[in-house]
DNA sequence: GCTATAATCGAACCAGCATTTGATTATTTT
DNA sequence: AAAATAATCAAATGCTGGTTCGATTATAGC
């Protein structure tokens, strides 16, 4: 080892925040790499100590803010409440988080079809296929949280029964579409947005009247 | 007037439709003009003699995607029918419309911020900024449609009271994304997703037992 | 103090791609 | 058939931006 990974020295973490940020104002194919190296007082080249290319970054880009969603939602699982009472909780949870980190939020949605394209040459290729499929399986693990919840809900005769695949679906649209239209000091905070997104779906799955 | 548009010779809304095709699967940074031209079987340059420029490519795309889908919701205002059944209609015919043409529902959601990011240089720059705000406006006019529609519905008593940009924004988040996920020959035909869709969004909406 | 190596930079490389230019071919009008 | 113009292309231009290379500087371990 050798030179401080302290002071001067910028952190792979510092680059992914300053990626992520970068990111979401310009997208992916308009930011530069001397853009994201700027932000945190590097040159272009020095970006690729830290990251084999333009696409491994946005990969790591992605994977934070996916792992950081992954866990904020894990935790509500463990609560005792009734299902309901848990979903409203997962969704809020996601809301909220993808408000107060609008840079990862927007990113999970935009910058979904570079990552499809990006094609990477050579030797790297093979770990960056494998990255991404991993990459994939976490989302398709993460949207599976959702659904299981509502499973769990229908099953256990808290909601009524719905195609919860398409159900998840649109919540999760919904959440994702926040991350692009959200602005901080707007009419609502991200909490209240939460509530009534929650309370929209919520009152959808429960039994109602008509049925 | 010279050479007749027709036979050999590629019209322009041929050449948005092949445009949107290849945004579609590339996204825009990635499509290049070659692409968008081998698709009609022309060349990058000939392009040029339809469109001014790239960025206008993409406007076209985008406003031609929009226009279609005002004008679908807008048919389905003139019914007679209840609120509900009418927002019902609205939904329906949104999400079907998206998933009836993947290419312009995906660029709605990905090349928006293409567009946010085009700077045209020089004489065009004018007539680009003011048709892109005109877009956005459409836009907005598009998205007033279903508002009003959630509005005079609660003013009729037929729906709860609910915040209706917030509820709306759900709906429009949840309906994009269809366009991203959806796949042809899946489990379920567009019909069948903006059937649990419309249901989702209107039992939320109608008045339930608990209320 | 050396030595290995991490972190960084400046400069150069090079490929891809939007766009321009100038010519060519087809079609309509008169 | 001549003139005007629409539609097209091949080739050249020029720039942007990812990536590589070699050198330099700082730091940790011995």
Redesign the pocket.
Known sequence: ??????????SKDDIIIAAADVLKRNGY??????DI?AQV??????L???FK???FLLLAVLEIGLEHAIQLIEQTLHSNQSYAEKLREMIETHIIGVTENTAFGAAMVFEMKALINAR?NGDKEDEFIQRRDAFFARRDYFESLFRRSIHAGIEAGEFRSVDAAIVTRAMLGAHNWVGVWYKDGGRLSGEAIAAIMADTFLTSLKYSAED
């Open positions: 080892m050798a030179r401080k990974p302290a002071d001067q020295s910028v194919d308009a930011t530069t790499m001397k190296a007082n590097l040159t272009a080249a020095s690729y100590h830290h290319s333009k696409d990477p």
